[in-house]
């Protein structure tokens, strides 16, 4: 790994992963407890419609997939905030739309020559000192408001009906969530890409939430659960020459299978069986 950081773009994907794992340990955390999980895969891929459309109007692509991903977010929020019990119905077709959009907006592009499977799957190894600037920018904004806003996640997280007694604005709240998580789907589809996003998302706040018992706890484990599979998956990926964004995945997927079966096996073993054994010598 030492050798491989001697290249550039290397520590431009190291870094670019150390960056989104902190986004994902903290924005996944208010997903999974928030059970918004199918709200943020329908952001997610919504989100191709901006990569279609970025390319067709030629501007960069940050700028085009941020400002569809934040769209689509906010149709979402306006729509399940009046009607809950049809947000799967909503989602669905927000997503499906998203991503015809995309596809329909890269097919009349002028001489599209673009490599699709890199934003379906990411590509964290072409990152460049530019886009770890912008998506510098764009994880500093999201730990910032959840800094300051922290207080007014955790009540609303927990207890909707008392942050709302508490004149805590629980539907802005709501739809900034939202935002930052299309900012954050925005940044990770570098990473891992469209079709995995959700579970670099969702996988390391799972299994933090099951050895945590708050909300801070909670997210700083995630965050550090985030780097190691990231930084493990793209040291596998060059070792064996893999393709990055799905080696961080399966790495993911090793520690979440690692963390149940670690569960069930506490979960059979009885607190005081060794008090037990010590007494019956």
């Known amino acids: 790994m030492w050798e491989a950081l001697q290249l550039e773009f290397m520590r431009n994907a ?10 994902c340990g903290v924005i996944g955390t208010l997903v999974v407890v928030n059970r918004i999980v199918f709200l943020a895969g329908g952001i997610a891929h919504a989100a ?12 960069p692509y940050v700028a085009g997939t941020v400002g569809f991903s934040l769209m689509s977010a906010g149709v979402m929020a306006a729509v399940t905030l009046k009607s809950r019990h049809r947000t ?14 995309g596809v329909i907006l890269l097919d009349l592009t002028p001489g599209y020559n673009v490599d699709l499977m890199s934003y379906l799957f990411g590509s964290i190894l072409a990152v460049s000192a530019s886009d770890l600037w912008q998506m510098g920018v764009m994880g500093l904004l ?5 800094t300051y806003y922290y207080n007014d996640f955790l009540a609303m997280s927990f207890d909707n009906e008392y942050a709302r007694l ?4 629980v539907t802005f709240l709501y739809c900034l969530l939202l935002g930052m998580v299309a900012i954050a789907v925005v940044m990770i589809i570098r990473v891992v890409g469209l ?37 493990t998956g793209l040291w596998l990926s060059y070792v064996l020459n893999l393709t990055a964004g799905a080696t961080i995945i399966l790495v993911a997927a090793g520690g979440f299978l690692m963390a149940m079966s670690w569960m069930r096996i506490k979960r059979r073993v009885p607190p005081d069986a060794s008090l037990q054994t010590d007494k019956a010598l």
């Not at 669905?92 to 015809?100: E, N, S």
């Not at 508490?166 to 604005?169: A, E, L």
């Open 142 to 146: 999201v730990i910032a408001i959840i």
């Open 166 to 169: 508490r004149n805590i604005p």
């Open 14 to 23: 190291l870094a670019v992963g150390i960056l989104v794992s902190i986004v």
């Open 88 to 101: 799967d119905a909503v989602v669905g077709v927000i997503w499906a739309v998203g991503m015809a959009t």
């Open 48 to 59: 191709y419609g901006g990569i279609g459309l970025a390319f067709f109007m030629g501007w």
């Open 195 to 231: 079709i995995l996003v959700m579970a670099l998302l969702t996988i390391p706040p799972f299994i933090s939430e099951k050895f945590t018992g708050s909300l801070r706890t909670m997210m700083a484990l995630s965050s550090i659960l985030s780097c190691l599979f990231t930084i």
